[in-house]
């Protein structure tokens, strides 16, 4: 099956999902493993070190200083990676919402990590666009 391309299913289709519990930004040398007791959700490489967004209790167990605490969103629409306009436009009316958010595009979907104080006001936001009428 391959990702939705046009922008109004995008949006019409969204069906945002806030997931269960508080993820937060960490940060490993470049050189270290990550501990096989983590499970996390996303990481990645640069130079200064790997990144790991991993839910807040593992942080805190491990002793890992974190950023960022956020709630997960999945948007489930199937995207296409090559899909033109869908996150700039989601972006774009979460910052007029004054929410911030960390867009990340898998293969499947798109999912936004937002401050966990302002998951509900995300989702309504999300809601809200899913609902209206698109050309």
């Known amino acids: ?78 995207s296409a990676l090559d899909a033109v306009g869908f996150l700039a436009a989601i972006t774009a009316r979460l910052a007029e919402a004054g929410i911030s958010v960390n867009a990340v595009s898998a293969f499947h979907h798109d999912h936004l990590f937002v401050p966990a104080d302002k998951a509900d006001a995300a989702m309504a936001v999300l809601q809200e666009m899913s609902n209206a009428k698109h050309a």
Do not use: N, W
């Not at 499970?39 to 209790?57: A, C, H, Q, Y």
């Not at 950023?67 to 999945?74: C, K, N, S, V, Y």
């Open 1 to 78: 099956m391959t990702g939705e391309h046009d922008l109004d299913a995008l949006l019409r289709t969204m069906k945002p999902e806030l997931l269960d519990g508080t993820f937060v930004f960490c940060t490993l040398a470049p050189s270290a493993t990550i501990p096989a007791t983590f499970s996390p959700v996303l990481t990645f490489r640069e130079r200064e070190g790997t990144t790991l967004v991993i839910l807040r209790e593992q942080a805190e167990a491990a002793g890992l200083h974190y950023a960022f605490p956020a709630r997960l969103i999945t948007l489930t629409v199937h």
